[in-house]
Nanobody
C-alpha cells in the first residue's frame, strides 16, 4: 500500500519560514519524481516545485528564490523549505509521487497559513 504523509504545516507570520516533509512508503522512492502542489480556497491546485530522481529541481515562478525542494532517498522523504513566506502562499500543500510508468500518488495535504 502506497502512502505519502505530509507534515510541517502550520501558522507563520509573513516573512517567516516553514519546512514541509513528505514521507513515502510502499514505493521505490528513488525511482519517483516528487512534486509539491498547493491549493488555496476557491482556486485550482497548482504545481509549486518538482525534483527528479536525479535531484534536478524546478519551481513555479512565484516561489523561485524563496522555496527549496530537496529529497533524501535513504529516508524516503522529500522536503519543501519555504522562506520569506507571504500571505498568498496560504494553501493546503500536497505531496505527489510520479513513477516511471506515470502512475501517481498523493498525500492528504498539510495546511500552511501565512498571517499576522
Amino acid at each position: 500500500q502506497v502512502q505519502l504523509v505530509e507534515s510541517g504545516g502550520g501558522l507563520v507570520q509573513p516573512g517567516g519560514s516553514l519546512r514541509l516533509s513528505c514521507a513515502a512508503s510502499g514505493i521505490i522512492f528513488s525511482n519517483h519524481v516528487m512534486r509539491w502542489f498547493r491549493q488555496a480556497p476557491g482556486k485550482q491546485r497548482e504545481l509549486v516545485a518538482t525534483i527528479s530522481s536525479g535531484s534536478t529541481s524546478n519551481y513555479y515562478d512565484p516561489v523561485k528564490g524563496r522555496f527549496t525542494i530537496s529529497r533524501d532517498n535513504a529516508k524516503n522523504t522529500v522536503y519543501l523549505q519555504m522562506d520569506k513566506l507571504k500571505p498568498e502562499d496560504t494553501a493546503v500543500y500536497f505531496c505527489n509521487a510520479v513513477g516511471t510508468l506515470f502512475e501517481d500518488y498523493w498525500g492528504q495535504g498539510t495546511q500552511v497559513t501565512v498571517s499576522s
